[in-house]
């Protein structure tokens, strides 16, 4: 069974376009951050159970297109925040490595795409604002690749699939020369070249805890991405304890990504990327929540403050 789900980050220096970029696949499946403002402003005149749904603000975002959940999940650009870059690469299966087409790539890019090549993920990588009158995208092209042999990318991961264009504008091509039409050559690759996350709906439910966000409500609430089985309110669940100790509890409240907002959610099903609140104290990242009390840890490897500088 095919899942149709995908689950991505995007990498690219500041002020290279992610955001814009965001809002146009945001667009492009139907949701408009100009509606989101409204709802979030609508926020202070609604009734609590609404407001209830809406408390955990994530820069995470879902993008659903022909049927597809594109999942992408937010990448700190910064050398001090490795560790969360290493976890969200952990709980990707691909990344979108955006990169201006005057400048180039630069500190941030070097730095997070080094992590996600460390990973094995393979990009694509995103020629954006070639609008710029000095923009140059054949020779960023080049010195994309230059940086992927820098940084020992494998042969595969150097065959990276590109896309041309303009996030400001509104398009995306295969190559630089071809018709400017709208986003969906850029939303075709990543449905194609990013692979299905590995996760087996018929197992029982499994999570590797890789964020802790906070609820007003619900306090902590565990994110991660299922690895197998699904998981919903109401669900009984053990967290497995770094010293393997095993605690039971029930599943009070769910959050998947849906447009701009991480929402309250039904519930999440293998691969997809969810937030579990099971009122379990202290619940923290690298411990795993399973779904039946006989299963074991999920592996976690434990990550140092950041060493690696931006140079
Ligand atoms: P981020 O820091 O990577 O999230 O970058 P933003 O999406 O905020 O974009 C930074 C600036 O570049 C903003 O002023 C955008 O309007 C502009 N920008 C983004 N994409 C394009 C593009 O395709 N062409 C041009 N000319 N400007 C762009």
């Known amino acids: 069974m ?15 376009g992610k955001t814009t970029l965001v809002d146009q696949l945001l667009q492009a499946g139907g949701t408009y951050r100009e509606n989101q403002a409204v709802q979030e402003r609508a ?51 691909g990344v979108l490595l955006v990169v201006d087409a005057f400048g180039g790539p630069q500190a941030q890019t070097r730095f997070v ?13 995103v020629i954006n604002k070639i609008d710029r009158p000095l923009a140059d995208p054949k020779k960023v092209h080049d010195q994309v690749l230059e940086l992927f042999l820098d940084l020992d990318a ?10 041309y264009g303009s996030a400001r504008d509104g398009y995306f ?39 802790i966000e906070w609820d007003n409500f619900v306090g902590r609430v565990a994110v991660g991405k299922v690895l197998g089985g699904s998981v919903k309110k109401g669900d009984d669940v053990w967290l ?31 691969g997809g990327i969810v937030g579990v609140a099971a009122g379990i104290d202290g619940i923290d990242i690298g411990e795993t929540l399973v779904g039946s009390p006989d299963m074991e840890a999920l592996p976690f490897v434990e990550i140092d403050p950041p060493t690696v500088s931006m140079q």
Request: charged fraction near 30%.
């Open 43 to 93: 926020m202070d005149s609604m009734d609590l159970e609404r407001e209830k749904g809406i408390t955990i603000k994530a820069k995470n975002t879902a993008v659903h297109w022909e049927g597809y959940t594109i999942n992408i999940v937010d990448t700190p650009g910064h050398a001090d925040f490795g560790a969360e870059v290493e976890r969200v690469m952990k709980m990707v299966d």
């Open 154 to 163: 494998t042969e595969d991961q150097f065959n990276a699939p590109f896309a």
């Open 113 to 125: 795409l080094r992590k996600a090549l460390a990973e094995g993920l393979k990009p694509i990588v």
């Open 173 to 211: 091509m295969d190559s630089p020369d071809d018709e400017k039409v709208d986003c969906t050559p850029l939303l075709k690759k990543i449905v194609k070249y990013i692979p299905e996350p590995k996760a087996d709906p018929e197992a029982p439910f499994s999570m590797l805890v890789s964020n």
């Open 240 to 270: 497995i304890r770094k010293d393997g100790s095993k605690v039971k509890s029930k599943v009070m409240k769910t959050f998947t990504y849906s447009g701009l907002a991480t929402t309250d959610s039904e519930g999440c099903s293998a």
């Open 2 to 16: 095919s899942l149709k789900i995908r689950n991505l980050a995007i990498i690219a220096h500041v002020d290279h």
